[in-house]
């Protein structure tokens, strides 16, 4: 995941985002205590982007899917970019259920991090 890619399968179908290639500088994973912190660094983000890559990671901590599958989310990304079936399921992340401390997350940051408990 960590490098240049096409992140269609991590965005919102209310992205506007002319381009979904970002770059993925670094990507820490940490417990802290009861919580799980994922700290992103990129060129930028997509719109909700985080927020899936956060939810797909958990799905494979989770044993839900194999660690291949993000692979696979990034290779179908590329040969099918515009297929909503693809979407990496945010419902692990959803407000309601485990974020307890939101992102530090701006529109043009380079840097996001998330705290799931």
Known sequence: MIG??????????E?????????????????????????????????????????A???????RQPPSWIGELLARARSHPRRADIRAPPALTSPASIIRSASICRRHARRCAFLLS
Do not use: W
């Not at 240049?4 to 919102?12: E, G, I, K, L």
């Not at 990671?57 to 044993?63: A, E």
């Open 4 to 13: 240049r890619h096409d992140f269609s399968a991590f965005r919102a179908a």
């Open 15 to 55: 992205c506007q985002a002319k381009s979904p290639v970002r770059t993925l500088d670094r990507l820490d994973i940490a417990r802290e205590g009861n919580m799980i912190r994922f700290d992103l660094h990129a060129d930028a983000f997509l719109y909700r982007m985080v927020r899936n890559i956060v939810g």
């Open 57 to 63: 990671l958990v799905y494979v901590g989770n044993g």
